[in-house]
């Protein structure tokens, strides 16, 4: 312990004989990157969108804004527009991996955007009729899909896709873009855990002629 001590008192003896600028510079870069990770982790974060998986609610390059805030206090409900870590990507706890993504400077996790569909303990399935219309179904009720394009729009159930009938596990939640015909979502990669969610989306700011609460 008095090692450490030592080893503390000489680093701030180390840093006061640098110039006052260059002090000013480093205290200043320090309490950026603390307010930054402070804002990014608890309040909100700005994301774009790079894909038309979620189409026609978020095109490619919309810009949103990302609550994180209610994370800490409740789950997320049937239609939010959430962005998460998808269960297949590995996220590396290195230092440098964490302070990216706390930061966002120079992250390379993927991150997706899709809407919550099933929650924890729903039955999940989904039905396609002989004119090729296919239904979300929750707890063998069909669900009022508004926000998607067609309920013709879409890639038919196969082998390789879960399309129930399933109950969904505690603390975890099936995810779909709205563009049902150009979504890789929870239909091919299963189920999201529920510590992968990083935030709900809340508000589409630009461009400016697509404003709008999401």
């Known amino acids: 312990m008095n090692k450490i001590k030592e080893l503390i008192q000489k680093c701030k003896n180390e840093y006061m004989k640098l110039n006052p600028t260059v002090r000013e510079i480093i205290e200043t870069v320090i309490f950026v990157v603390v307010m930054v990770i402070i804002i990014r982790f608890f309040v909100f974060e700005i994301r774009w969108i790079p894909s038309a998986s979620m189409r026609p609610t978020l095109i ?13 206090y409740k789950t997320p409900e049937r239609g939010d527009v959430m962005v998460f870590y998808p269960p297949f990507e590995k996220l590396p706890n290195t230092p440098w991996r964490v302070f990216s993504r706390l930061t966002g400077f120079f992250c390379k996790d993927v991150a997706y955007i899709k809407r919550v569909i099933g929650m924890p303990g729903d039955k999940f399935e ?6 090729g ?23 038919p159930c196969t082998e390789d896709m879960i399309c129930g009938p399933v109950t969904i596990p505690e603390h975890q939640y099936l995810m779909m873009g709205d563009n049902r015909g150009n979504s890789f979502d929870g239909r091919w990669w299963g189920f999201l855990p529920e510590e992968r969610f990083i935030g709900r ?4 700011f630009w461009p400016l002629n697509r404003i709008k609460k999401l």
């Not at 989904?126 to 004119?131: G, L, N, R, V």
């Not at 989306?201 to 589409?204: E, F, G, I, K, M």
């Open 201 to 204: 989306a809340v508000v589409l």
């Open 60 to 72: 490619e390059g919309d810009r949103i804004v990302v609550e994180r805030f209610s994370r800490f």
């Open 126 to 131: 989904i039905k396609t009729d002989k004119e």
């Open 133 to 155: 219309k296919s239904i979300v179904y929750i707890n063998d009720e069909p669900l009022n899909e508004r926000y998607i394009r067609s309920e013709y729009y879409g890639k």
